[in-house]
């Protein structure tokens, strides 16, 4: 089987983070977010994989070398000259998609879920359309375009954004399997999938649904990432406990690398990731945090609702909360506060952040 992933462009959403990295390589749960994607199409039995990519290319192609080799796929880069939307990748590499006719996955890079490949191309095949869009329940409609479908059918009826009434709870989720005869709906030209190709197809009763059965989560801005890693560890702790950290310092679900140095009268959790190298003091309070690989959290320092980049530091009785951002190489003084700071990276911050902010 074959794979696509839209990689994209530049991660406006997740800056400062992606100053320093591209997105698809900016650390989730301690992978990469697209080590994730590209382990569970591999189980699924996908051995040839297309990213779609218009933006630092080069750093991209170096990074998944060793994995090319590591999961024994064939990763082939697409390189968009311009933006092509989410349509135009599929047509710009459709050698690869098309060369057979079996189906393919299409999946944005930043989704993060349970990923049921398996049960998706089942589903597929079952039904017989050109098209399949995992779909994800929502408990409020208004603010997204949801999908409805046919009555009593996966078959998708139509598309309505931002619903006034209720007509559904269901949203694309960003992951569909495909026959390779959608690549006839598709010029190299910048286009939408969810504009322009789902439409047809749904008219033409092409176009059909399954359910999502876990959690789901777009983690490409910083909010999102937060909730998205609490999602994730709950997850993980139902189906495989004995990865996440246990300990008279933790309190509820955290991800701790087994190269971080924990100090003493720590409370961590929930919701915590710790990286690589960190090193975290006496007596600091941790909750619905990431710690990106090097980073220096000192004594006492209070940290919540916060991402704090590689290589960062944070001071002495710090606080930090608010979707606070450190990007690489940040270093917060002793005992200063920061409310929803997006700091760039290589800076010092030395006085107090008491509203939303960028730091540049």
């Known amino acids: 089987m074959k794979a696509l992933i839209l990689v994209g462009g530049f991660g406006t ?14 650390e989730f749960a301690n992978r990469p977010m697209i080590l994730h994607q590209i382990e569970a199409l591999v189980k699924a039995g996908v051995t040839d994989i297309v990213l779609a990519v218009n933006y630092r290319p080069e750093v991209m192609a170096s990074f998944m070398q060793k994995y090319e080799e590591e999961f024994k796929v064939r990763i082939t880069f697409s390189i968009e000259n311009e ?7 599929l047509a710009l590499a459709k050698d690869v998609l098309g060369k057979d006719n079996e189906p393919f996955f299409v999946l944005n890079s930043d989704v993060i879920c349970d990923f049921p490949f398996h049960e998706m191309a089942a589903a597929h095949k079952a039904h017989g359309g050109e098209g399949t869009i995992l779909v994800t329940k929502v408990e409020d409609p208004s603010k997204y375009g949801v999908v409805v479908n046919k009555p009593d059918s996966t078959a998708i009826e139509r ?5 006034t009434i209720f007509v559904s709870n269901k949203i694309n989720a960003g992951i569909y399997i495909f026959n390779p005869s959608i690549l006839n709906r598709i010029q190299p030209i910048p286009t939408s999938i969810e504009k322009e190709i789902f439409p047809a197809m ?3 009763s092409q176009l059909h649904t399954m359910d999502l059965p876990g ?16 999602l994730y560890l709950k997850s993980l702790h139902k189906s495989a406990n004995e990865r996440l950290a246990t300990g ?19 409370k961590i959790g929930p ?23 090097g980073a220096e959290i000192k004594d006492h320092a209070n940290v919540t609702n916060t991402i704090v980049g590689w290589h960062s530091t944070v001071g002495r009785w710090a606080w930090l909360e608010g979707v606070t951002v450190l990007g690489d190489d940040v270093h917060v003084a002793d005992e200063v506060f920061i409310n929803g700071g997006c700091v760039l990276p290589h800076k010092t911050v030395s006085s107090n ?7 540049m």
């Open 271 to 293: 919701h915590v990731v710790i990286g690589p190298d960190c090193v975290i003091g006496n007596g600091v309070r941790l909750s619905k945090c990431a710690i990106l690989e």
């Open 215 to 230: 959690f789901w989560m777009d983690v490409g801005q910083p909010k999102d990432y937060l909730t998205g890693t609490g």
């Open 248 to 266: 008279p310092h933790i309190n509820g679900f955290a991800l701790i690398d087994k190269s971080a140095k924990i100090g003493e009268n720590c």
């Open 159 to 163: 598309f309505v954004e931002k619903p």
């Open 13 to 26: 959403r997740l800056r400062p983070l992606t100053l320093t990295l591209p997105k698809p390589l900016v």
């Open 202 to 204: 749904a008219a033409a």
């Open 83 to 89: 933006p092509l939307g989410t349509a135009g990748p």
């Open 353 to 359: 952040i008491a509203e939303p902010s960028i730091i």
